[in-house]
């Protein structure tokens, strides 16, 4: 079975600074995508990012960036020029190919961008 | 992307009572889903939703317990039967876009508070 782990549950970053989110898996399988969703303290989760597996370029979404390290089954997203509406919790997600395949999340970082 | 919205927001319930949440996506989708988050946690499948069929549970979730409807491609429900107050919780619904169907998209969550 795929294992999602986030081994900072908290962290706090400046305005205007960055700050990277660590995020591991465990999966046999070559080919699969990988996300990170944004929860803020209105409970909406929001896709922040996807990768593909199979595509050694690294995604980014604006501000939002990850440093995919397939061999050793890394995922960490950087958050650059933090904004007060970055706080939120950011969890790190994996899922297989195929319809039958499901979600499996991590259990969450606690991100807090202070002034 | 699918918008998803979800009602109601937020209940308070007295024990042994049920509620029902609807869960309605903007397109046709093939496969919809049932979260839960409990207070400062992950969030954990109850079940998927097949349209025209019984719902899949993942272990630890009965459909007398967790009853799901889903009439068409663009709805669901999940009736929260017999609550109790382990009941509290975060329920999401999500769905699977219709062209990048590796990615899900979810609800703004419906927070239950159980008496």
């Known amino acids: 079975a795929q294992t999602v782990t986030q081994s900072q549950p908290e962290m706090s970053v400046q305005e205007a600074e960055t700050v990277t989110l660590s995020c591991t898996y465990d999966?046999?399988?070559?080919?699969?995508?990988l996300f990170w969703y944004k929860q803020p303290p209105s409970r909406q989760m929001i896709l922040v990012i996807r990768?593909?597996?199979?595509?050694?370029q690294n995604a980014t979404e604006n501000r939002f960036s990850v440093n995919f390290q397939k061999a050793a089954k890394s995922f960490s997203l950087k958050i650059s020029d933090s904004q007060l509406g970055d706080t939120a919790m950011y969890f790190c997600a994996f899922k297989n190919t195929g319809t039958a395949s499901k979600l499996t999340f991590g259990t969450g970082t606690r991100l807090q961008v202070t002034l | 992307s699918a918008v998803i919205s979800q009602k109601p927001s937020r209940d308070i319930c007295q024990r042994g009572t049920s509620l029902t949440i609807q869960c309605q996506v903007d397109?046709?989708?093939?496969?919809m889903f049932w979260y839960r988050q409990q207070p400062g946690q992950s969030l954990t499948l109850i079940a998927t939703?097949?349209?025209?069929?019984?719902?899949?549970?993942e272990s630890g979730f009965v459909i007398d317990k967790f009853p799901i409807s889903r009439p068409n491609l663009t709805f669901s429900t999940l009736t929260v039967s017999n609550m109790s107050p382990e009941d509290s919780s975060i329920y999401l619904c999500?769905?699977?876009?219709?062209?990048?169907?590796?990615?899900?998209?979810f609800g703004p969550g419906t927070r239950l508070t159980v008496l």
């Open positions: 397109s046709q989708v093939t496969m």
């Open positions: 999966t046999s399988e070559n080919n699969y995508y």
């Open positions: 999500s769905a699977r876009d219709r062209v990048r169907t590796d990615t899900q998209y």
């Open positions: 939703a097949n349209q025209g069929s019984e719902a899949t549970y």
């Open positions: 990768q593909e597996a199979y595509k050694q």
